[in-house]
């Protein structure tokens, strides 16, 4: 694979002591891919109301290393604690998330789009991306 886009959605925390995603995106980013490791169920998530109280910028999208890329969602409702399962904060950070892949697309100008996956979940992400990107389920 030589410059390719490589998108892996996380079902675990980023520092969590099973590190096999982790590793897999580390070594796939040294070798000249684009990783954007997108960090859908992170036990740290945060609502714009706590990242205004706090006073803090969200971050959003943080890189860790050349060519790693780790996107965190944002609760984007106010009463995310009444309504848990609401769409419209996944469709807001879906809508963000390929935003961000546009942009690493013109950026970079990938041979490849590849979705790599750890669990069968994702896959609904996977369909909403389009037909362009390569399934790889590990």
């Known amino acids: ?3 390719s886009l490589i998108i892996i959605p996380f079902n675990i ?5 099973t590190d096999y995603t982790n ?8 070798k000249g891919n684009v990783v ?9 998530q945060f609502s714009i109301k706590e990242f205004i109280r706090k006073r803090k910028r969200p971050e959003i999208l943080k890189k860790i290393s050349k060519n790693l890329y780790i996107h965190k969602p944002l609760h ?4 995310r604690r009444i309504f848990k399962n609401t769409n419209l904060d996944k469709h807001l950070n879906l809508w ?10 013109l950026i970079n100008n990938p041979e490849k789009k590849i979705f ?15 037909n362009k990107y390569i399934l790889i389920y590990d």
């Open 1 to 3: 694979m030589k410059k």
């Open 13 to 17: 925390p980023w520092n969590w002591s």
């Open 23 to 30: 590793q897999t995106a580390k070594i796939l980013s040294q």
């Open 36 to 44: 954007i490791c997108l960090l859908l169920e992170d036990i740290q």
């Open 76 to 79: 984007i409702l106010f009463l």
């Open 96 to 105: 963000f998330i390929k935003f961000i892949i546009f942009i690493f697309n």
């Open 116 to 130: 790599w996956t750890f669990h069968p979940k994702f896959l609904p992400s996977f369909k909403s991306l389009g």
